[in-house]
T-cell receptor, first 116, second 112 residues
Framework: DTAVSQTPKYLVTQMGNDKSIKCEQNLGHDTMYWYKQDSKKFLKIMFSYNNKELIINETVPNRFSPKSPDKAHLNLHINSLELGDSAVYFC???????????????FGPGTRLTVL | GQQVMQIPQYQHVQEGEDFTTYCNSSTTLSNIQWYKQRPGGHPVFLIQLVKSGEVKKQKRLTFQFGEAKKNSSLHITATQTTDVGTYFCAVLYTHNFNKFYFGSGTKLNVKP
């Protein structure tokens, strides 16, 4: 069974469209993340949810809206797509460690978004 | 905001040579994790370091956490072509246990 799964794997769309990416984890973790990896391979955190509550919201255009229907799912909806949104989007999950801190993050396979 | 510097950006080595990547922070870290991302793949966890001065080994990989908990290194002895990929550090600061700051990564290429 895949620990963290994302759909779709590839997404090619026109500027101005709205699209969604879905993520599911079957690890029972309490926290899920969305990362954006640009063409230079920088991994930048976008959002984080802990038990369905938004806990990290980086400086991300409000065209990006995450939704967590339950702690195993974290979806990302993007409105009015722009050329600069082209990137690989990774979902990840982790569990709170002993005495605070975090255990390892498990990453999904990524969604390669191309905006034309 | 918090920043973590990772060097070098690229490293090209001949198979059998050693490789080291470094991660540096101006602020004391809570802990540091290392990840490897193969070309076209996703980041995969390698190790976590928590204690000051900690050294951990995984076969040919040696991970160190500085005494001041502000820097860390990943050293690969006698690289192999299977080591090709980008190595990232990810740090946590004590004021926020939920937010990982990733280094910019070191891309390793190994020539056979």
């Amino acid at each position: 069974d895949t620990a963290v799964s994302q759909t779709p794997k590839y997404l090619v769309t026109q500027m101005g469209n709205d699209k969604s990416i879905k993520c599911e984890q079957n690890l029972g973790h309490d926290t899920m993340y969305w990362y954006k990896q640009d063409s230079k391979k920088f991994l930048k955190i976008m959002f984080s949810y802990n038990n369905k509550e938004l806990i990290i919201n980086e400086t991300v255009p409000n065209r990006f809206s995450p939704k967590s229907p339950d702690k195993a799912h974290l979806n990302l909806h993007i409105n009015s797509l722009e050329l600069g949104d082209s990137a690989v989007y990774f979902c990840a999950s982790s569990q709170e460690g002993v005495a605070g801190g975090r255990n390892e993050q498990f990453f999904g396979p990524g969604t390669r978004l191309t905006v034309l | 905001g918090q920043q973590v510097m990772q060097i070098p950006q690229y490293q090209h080595v001949q198979e059998g040579e050693d490789f080291t990547t470094y991660c540096n922070s101006s602020t004391t870290l809570s802990n540091i994790q290392w990840y490897k991302q193969r070309p076209g793949g996703h980041p995969v966890f390698l190790i976590q370091l928590v204690k000051s001065g900690e050294v951990k080994k995984q076969k040919r990989l040696t991970f160190q956490f500085g005494e001041a908990k502000k820097n860390s290194s990943l050293h690969i002895t006698a690289t192999q072509t299977t080591d090709v990929g980008t190595y990232f550090c990810a740090v946590l600061y004590t004021h926020n246990f939920n937010k990982f700051y990733f280094g910019s990564g070191t891309k390793l290429n190994v020539k056979p």
